[in-house]
């Protein structure tokens, strides 16, 4: 996490190397981020004086900011100290802020945390947070206590929930609208998932292929549910994201169905 810096440090184990990504359009100051964690293929970095939870996508190499600075009571440094994640939600450790702040990451929605609803008393400053079993744990700047959340669903209310469900609903749908086949996925699995034994990439089709793997009984998106109606039967986009094969449109690539498969993916 870059604290004073302007690149979020990445070390790849495999090849022992380092590469560095600007964050610096994201905020200045002495401190920027005080922390990160990640969730499936997302990194999250914690502001500190930044006024956005970042969160950097690995396969497309972007970010996302997500803004905090509504839940921090006109504070804009010292504001989060640490972070942690339970069951695709992120909590941030309130270090100047009046709260404790959750973000769901699948909703992408915030819920503040009074510090006065957590039975803290006085408290109102942590230096670090972690999970543990579904719990989370923070320890007081200068408190000798520390603080465990035990089986904490922020969004338990009745009206909160309701408008978080919406709120997904339509996060997916728009989500759904926006994907694309992935070109690794393309290059080095499509074919041997496409097509059946005794078939061959020469001469076989999109056209032919379609209707058993795209669409139809045997497509891939048969008997899921569409997360753009809610209803069986999805698109092969949102059938294969699953499998992690998909992510946002960047390109459009323009072909026929009647070319062979071996076409393509050449």
Not at 9 to 25: A, F, N, R
Request: glycine share 10%; hydrophobic share 40%; proline share 4%.
């Amino acid at each position: 996490a870059p604290w004073g810096s302007d690149r979020m440090l990445i070390y790849d184990p495999e090849s022992d190397t380092l590469t560095g990504v600007d964050v610096s359009s994201w905020g200045t100051g002495d401190v920027k981020f005080s922390d990160a964690c990640s969730i499936g293929n997302h990194v999250y970095l914690c502001p500190h004086s930044v006024g956005n939870l970042l969160r950097f996508d690995t396969v497309l190499g972007s970010f996302t900011g997500f803004d905090v600075r509504k839940y921090t009571g006109g504070v804009t440094e010292s504001m989060f100290s640490g972070m942690c994640a339970v069951r695709g939600v992120i909590y941030l450790a309130a270090k100047a802020a009046p709260c404790i702040l959750a973000f769901n990451t699948e909703s992408e929605l915030f819920h503040a945390i009074e510090l006065s609803f957590c039975g803290t008393g006085t408290i109102e400053h942590f230096g670090g947070i972690c999970a543990l079993d579904g719990c989370v744990y923070l320890v007081g700047c200068m408190e000798t206590s520390m603080l465990v959340l035990h089986h904490l669903d922020p969004w338990s209310d009745e009206a909160v929930a309701e408008d978080m469900q919406v709120e997904m609903h339509s996060k997916r749908k728009q989500a759904s609208l926006e994907l694309g086949i992935s070109l690794n996925y393309i290059l080095h699995r499509f074919v041997d998932d496409a097509l059946q034994p005794g078939e061959d990439a020469d001469t076989m089709s999109f056209s032919a292929l379609a209707p058993r793997f795209a669409y139809g009984a045997s497509g891939k998106g048969h008997g899921q549910i569409c997360p753009r109606d809610g209803r069986p039967n999805c698109s092969i986009v949102d059938a294969l994201r699953v499998r992690e094969s998909c992510c946002k449109a960047t390109h459009f690539l323009s072909w026929c169905w009647g070319y062979p498969l071996h076409t393509l993916v050449s």
